[in-house]
């Protein structure tokens, strides 16, 4: 009677390894965290600007606290970008004109970034300011 062959010792530790490792992947796969939903994204429901005896105010309004940048593209434009934003209103061109204000647009810049310009006929001081109705202390 012959015996069959019998597979060499290394194969059996490889083979051992591999089945090893194949269970440790699927059990890392089973504890890998769920992806988490992404926060809804504020709402730009308004645009608005004051004449303050120290210059314009620029004040848009969101559903919720943003985070929001300045940017300096010409010295006659207010650039403002908020971030995790989509916009509530219509884009394009807003009827504020007057005074120094030659133009208003606000646009969805990036799908997470609102971009509001004004365009003035001459620099002026302005400011910048956020509101979000949640931001009141009750």
Do not use: N
């Not at 992404?38 to 943003?66: D, F, M, N, W, Y």
């Not at 985070?67 to 009827?95: C, M, N, Q, S």
């Not at 004004?118 to 109705?133: H, K």
């Amino acid at each position: 009677m012959t015996r069959g062959k019998r597979s060499p010792p290394t194969f059996r530790r490889r083979a051992g390894l591999y089945v090893a490792l194949i269970f440790l992947s699927f059990l890392c796969l089973a504890m890998w965290p769920a992806p988490q939903a992404e926060a809804a994204l504020a709402k730009v429901t308004r645009v608005t600007l004051e004449e303050t005896p120290g210059g314009l105010q620029l004040v848009i309004t969101t559903s919720h606290p943003v985070r929001y940048e300045r940017r300096t593209f010409k010295p006659d434009w207010i650039i403002v970008d908020v971030f995790e934003a989509e916009l509530g209103i219509p884009a394009g061109t807003l009827p504020i004109v007057r005074g120094v204000v030659t133009k208003v647009r606000v646009g969805q810049f990036t799908p997470d970034v609102v971009r509001v310009v004004v365009e003035l006929a001459q620099p002026v001081q302005s400011r910048v300011s956020i509101f979000a109705p949640s931001m009141i202390a009750r």
